[in-house]
């Protein structure tokens, strides 16, 4: 397989959504033009990103709806259910946790806090628990992914502690670079960057429009 870039990985989650959507419309067929339509990116562009997995429509026919959404999935590794937990039950933690988005491809099976405070609160019927039983819970309730939701300052202990309990995915959302062994996979959720963005894209529209177009 060829060097798949982030950005295409990013824009297989919008195609993913978009058919899901189309498959609950009714829709059997789309095409790469719709999908580019809807995802705000050329037609070039969808199909690029799905040659890089393999060869999934037919020229002059398009796309099975069901198909493509289920080839996403299994890409994605969406077609099994994640087991996650949340490090940091603040105000930021408690959010995710009322997240309702989680129910379909992630479970929440862990809530921690280093404040003992918090410990024994409850959230989706699971109470808050020290982070010194973070290892045992991994094992025991098979936890692969966590969310950080702590402050900068505790963030890359929290990630330590997270790598040596066998977590192999991180969501970081303090806004601080961490530092993991190759095997862990982190994604880093930077408001305050995405914010950034937003202002020089408004100020510079037109920079916008030729990276869409």
Same mark, same amino acid.
């Given at each position: 397989?060829?060097?798949?870039?982030? #950005?295409?990985?990013?824009?297989? %989650?919008?195609?993913?959504?978009?058919?899901?959507? @189309?498959?609950?419309?009714?829709?059997?067929?789309?095409?790469?033009?719709?999908?580019?339509?809807?995802?705000?990116?050329?037609?070039?562009?969808?199909?690029?990103?799905?040659?890089?997995?393999?060869?999934?429509?037919?020229?002059?026919?398009?796309?099975?709806?069901?198909?493509?959404?289920?080839? @996403?999935?299994?890409?994605?590794?969406?077609?099994?259910?994640?087991?996650?937990?949340?490090?940091?039950?603040?105000?930021?933690?408690? #959010?995710?946790?009322?997240?309702?988005?989680?129910?379909?491809?992630?479970?929440?099976?862990?809530?921690?806090?280093?404040?003992?405070?918090?410990?024994?609160?409850?959230?989706?019927?699971?109470?808050?628990?020290?982070?010194?039983?973070?290892?045992?819970?991994?094992?025991?309730?098979?936890?692969?992914?966590?969310?950080?939701?702590?402050?900068?300052?505790?963030?890359?202990?929290?990630?330590?502690?997270?790598?040596?309990?066998?977590?192999?995915?991180?969501?970081?959302? #303090?806004?601080?670079?961490?530092?993991?062994?190759?095997? %862990?996979? %982190?994604?880093?959720?930077?408001?305050?960057?995405?914010?950034?963005?937003?202002?020089?894209?408004?100020?510079?529209?037109?920079?916008?429009?030729?990276?869409?177009?």
């Amino acid at each position: 397989m060829a060097k798949v870039p982030s #950005a295409a990985i990013s824009r297989l %989650v919008t195609y993913l959504r978009i058919l899901e959507d @189309l498959e609950a419309r009714g829709v059997n067929r789309t095409s790469s033009e719709q999908l580019s339509e809807e995802a705000q990116v050329t037609a070039f562009q969808v199909r690029k990103d799905l040659s890089y997995f393999g060869s999934y429509g037919t020229r002059g026919v398009g796309y099975t709806v069901p198909v493509l959404r289920r080839e @996403l999935q299994q890409i994605l590794g969406l077609n099994r259910r994640w087991g996650l937990c949340i490090v940091g039950m603040g105000r930021l933690g408690q #959010a995710l946790a009322d997240y309702p988005g989680f129910d379909e491809h992630f479970d929440l099976r862990g809530f921690f806090d280093i404040d003992p405070t918090k410990h024994g609160l409850s959230f989706r019927g699971i109470a808050v628990e020290s982070l010194e039983n973070l290892p045992r819970a991994v094992a025991e309730r098979r936890i692969e992914i966590g969310l950080i939701a702590v402050p900068a300052d505790s963030a890359q202990s929290v990630a330590n502690r997270m790598i040596d309990s066998g977590l192999r995915g991180i969501l970081n959302f #303090a806004p601080v670079v961490l530092e993991v062994p190759k095997e %862990v996979a %982190v994604e880093n959720v930077d408001f305050l960057a995405g914010l950034s963005r937003l202002s020089f894209f408004i100020l510079n529209p037109r920079l916008r429009e030729e990276m869409i177009g």
